[in-house]
């Protein structure tokens, strides 16, 4: 069974803090990773797409790869309460199937 | 452009009952998922679609069945439906099915 952890939280950090998102994943064949947010009731919006070993950032926004160890992570740079959501991470199948698999979020809020 | 439009955006049905669900993808994108996401968990794959053929199916029962039309639109029927199916329904669109995924603003069913 192919998974993907993450920590649930809730994460709580202050308003222009750094949060920090983290993710495991157990297909080592995987090459495409997303994050994505979701607001109560909404549905995922995707943030970030990241496919090589390494950092890829945008705006307030980075995601770091480290293909050997199965990890992605997503830092969010001087967090505002708007960004309070839960963040999915997201892996596609590297068999046949290329189905997304999702962990379960983790819930973050970022207090004024 | 438009995004993916999902139809209903809410829908109470009883225990039995058969429902019909719509999705619109992104104009150009020829594969369609659909997700089934249940409060406070992931989303989870049903099935897959690109040009018009079944790609991939999740851990459903025969209950869920879909389709893609030429226009590359979607339905998702469930049948004989049961408590436990009252969720967020969501359709996700991608050129191919084999990258980033857009979702639509789902679907919430009710059933009592």
């Known amino acids: 069974q192919k998974e993907v952890e993450q920590n649930s939280g809730p994460l709580s950090v202050p308003e222009g803090a750094i949060a920090s998102l983290n993710c495991t994943y157990s297909?080592?064949?995987?090459?495409?990773f997303f994050w994505y947010r979701q607001y109560s009731g909404k549905s995922p919006e995707l943030i970030m797409s990241?496919?090589s070993n390494g950092d890829k950032e945008d705006g307030r926004f980075t995601a770091q790869l480290n293909k050997a160890s199965q990890y992605v992570s997503l830092l969010i740079r001087d967090s505002q309460p708007s960004d309070s959501a839960t963040y999915l991470c997201?892996?596609?199948?590297?068999?046949?199937?290329?189905?997304?698999?999702w962990g379960l979020g983790t819930s973050l809020a970022v207090n004024p | 452009d438009a995004g993916v439009t999902q139809s209903p955006t809410h829908l109470i049905k009883t225990r039995g009952q058969q429902v019909t669900l719509r999705c619109s993808p992104i104009?150009?994108?020829?594969?369609v998922s659909w997700y089934q996401q249940v409060l406070g968990q992931g989303p989870q794959f049903i099935f897959q679609?690109?040009?018009?053929?079944?790609?991939g199916r999740g851990n459903f029962p025969d209950r869920f069945s879909a389709r893609q039309f030429p226009n590359y639109s979607s339905e998702l029927n469930v049948n004989a439906l049961l408590l436990g199916d009252s969720a967020l329904y969501l359709c996700?669109?991608?050129?191919?099915?084999?990258?980033?995924?857009?979702f639509g603003p789902g679907t919430r069913l009710l059933v009592l």
């Open positions: 996700a669109s991608s050129l191919t099915g084999q990258e980033t995924q857009y």
């Open positions: 104009s150009g994108h020829k594969s």
């Open positions: 679609y690109y040009e018009k053929e079944e790609r």
């Open positions: 297909d080592r064949g995987s090459q495409s």
């Open positions: 990241i496919y």
């Open positions: 997201a892996v596609i199948d590297a068999g046949n199937n290329r189905k997304l698999i």
